[in-house]
């Protein structure tokens, strides 16, 4: 089962990388990923990859509560303007 899933997870990258290259690819030239991968060479691209996941995740947590307060707020601004 184990080979399976090493299989199942080195296929899954090599795909999602596939796909990405066509993003990548249209928005940086060769010149702009060679000083991105400079970057993280650096002890602050080292951290900044580092807290990357810590960061989106912590965003990802107060857009949702951002998100989910918007209604409350358009109604309230709602009843303000009809008043």
Do not use: C, R
Request: proline residues 5%; aromatic residues 8%.
């Amino acid at each position: 089962m184990e080979a399976v899933t090493s299989k199942f997870v080195q296929s899954s990258i090599l795909e999602l990388t596939e796909l990405s290259v066509p993003i990548y690819q249209k928005h940086l030239d060769l010149k702009d990923l060679q000083e991105v991968i400079a970057f993280y060479k650096t002890p602050a691209g080292k951290k900044h990859a580092e807290k990357t996941p810590l960061i989106a995740q912590e965003s990802l947590q107060i857009s949702q509560q951002w998100a989910a307060s918007l209604p409350y707020k358009y109604k309230q601004i709602a009843n303000n303007v009809t008043e």
